[in-house]
């Protein structure tokens, strides 16, 4: 190759990856900070693949999205406090709920450019150590003071002190430009699209868009059971807290429970269909991947899981969507992602074997397969669909969601007999989507 000439890209392959179980916010890990379950998650991932030595791997990837600002170089602090080798680098990446899936791909370009030969990617989340921040308007007089240029005019700047400036700014669930929560946000599409129902009773719209997401939320806790109760995740999931499995779990969902849960967002329309039970709860955990190129995972005698081949990212107008009633709405970004990211592949939704759709909303799942089909593609059997659960049933730590995908996607397509290949498709907050494809040689 000429100095000229481009490098050619080489495959990426997924070794495997490991989580903490996800928990509850407010639960078992009300106390443990980002870098904590970020820690425990590569530990796990480094006895595992045993990483321990000098430069076992090029860098580390991580991310959160709820920071401290002790979290300001959260991914080197994690490797510094963990067994692998303190002179891996390592970088902070946030795509909010895209983060865990964008730190992958950020890792992936690397070793596929030849730059590096392995790498860890993942994030971290809790939203019970949230930050608080200190209140706007007591910063402002405290910079004031700061600047003042004499004792007397630090006084007076302090003077405009009042009891209404102790109060804390709490993190919001909640759009900068619209206000609006994400679950509103979602409660927007689900309305406007008249969801489709697979096998409700007839009755009015809003009754048969309940009913179908909670079918899906309802499958999503099952599927997530058997797939522990199988041994599925004995390798992917590492003890932490006392915890061993996904505290948001409920193998005993049904359809039937979960219709009797209130709504909890649209409130302000008729026939509000999302709950508790068919939304994310906000929830507290950690996950981590580890990728290599093929020549590196040989040299370990290490048979990848899977191969990264594909990834696009798409962001929508959804203020003038949700607000304005357009056409997209905050969580609708894969629509456009994952139809222009198989027209570049060169594939259709037949083409794939498992199909992963991370769960913020029952209604967001169903949305965004709805989308699809508007676009050309052909529906996604269930069968196919988040075969070992998802968001609804494990949790939703925002940056850590991703690289659980990614881990979960490659070990169930290397289950399969024969070649196979997965898609992945996660939505994030500011309308924006992060989407891939995993393949089985």
Not at 34 to 47: F, I, K, W, Y
Not at 248 to 270: I, M
Not at 304 to 310: D, G, K, S
């Amino acid at each position: 190759m000429s100095p000229l000439e481009p490098p050619r890209a080489r495959r990426v392959a997924v070794i495997g990856g490991t989580r903490i179980p996800f928990a509850r916010s407010d639960g078992p890990y009300a106390t443990a900070s980002n870098q904590e379950m970020l820690t425990a998650a590569l530990d796990g991932l480094v006895e595992r693949y045993g990483l321990h030595g000098p430069g076992a791997v090029g860098e580390f990837v991580a991310g959160a999205v709820l920071k401290h600002s002790r979290d300001f170089n959260l991914a080197r602090e994690t490797v510094l406090g963990s067994t692998l080798d303190p002179r891996t680098p390592a970088y902070d990446i946030q795509q909010a709920c895209g983060t865990g899936l964008q730190a992958v791909i950020a890792a992936a370009n690397k070793i596929a450019l030849g730059q590096t030969e392995a790498a860890v990617a993942g994030g971290a989340d809790t939203a019970s150590d949230a930050p608080l921040g200190v209140n706007d308007g007591l910063r402002r007089l405290l910079l004031q003071a700061r600047r003042a240029k004499s004792a007397g005019a630090r006084l007076k700047a302090l003077a405009k002190l009042r009891p209404g400036h102790l109060v804390p700014d709490i993190p919001r669930n909640a759009e900068p430009r619209t206000g609006l929560s994400m679950g509103e946000h979602a409660a927007v599409t689900a309305r406007v699209r008249a969801l489709p129902e697979r096998s409700a009773p007839s009755g009015r719209g809003g009754r048969r868009s309940r009913a179908a997401q909670d079918e899906l939320a309802a499958t999503s806790h099952q599927r997530l059971a058997a797939a522990y109760e199988r041994g599925f995740f004995q390798d992917l999931v590492v003890p932490f807290r006392g915890l061993a499995r996904d505290q948001n779990l409920r193998p005993d969902s049904t359809p039937e429970k979960l219709a009797a849960l209130k709504p909890v967002f649209g409130l302000a329309h008729p026939d509000p269909t999302m709950t508790a039970g068919n939304s994310t709860p906000l929830t507290d955990g950690a996950a981590v991947v580890l990728l290599a190129s093929e020549e590196w995972a040989r040299q370990r005698d290490l048979e990848p899981l899977a191969y990264l081949t594909a990834y696009e990212t798409a962001a929508v107008d959804f203020v003038r969507g949700d607000v304005a009633g357009g056409e997209d709405g905050l969580l609708m970004a894969p629509a456009h992602a994952v139809p222009r990211m198989l027209e570049r592949a060169g594939l259709g939704m037949a083409d794939f074997a498992l199909v992963e759709i991370h769960e913020a909303f029952a209604s967001q799942v169903l949305a965004t397969l709805a989308a699809w089909e508007e676009r050309g593609l052909a529906p996604v059997d269930r069968a196919r669909l988040n075969v070992a659960g998802s968001s609804l049933a494990t949790g939703h730590p925002f940056a850590a969601t991703g690289a659980r995908i990614v881990a979960t996607l490659a070990k169930l397509l290397a289950e399969r007999e024969g070649p196979a290949r997965g898609l992945i498709s996660v939505c994030a907050a500011g309308g924006q989507g992060v989407t891939a494809i995993l393949e089985r040689t």
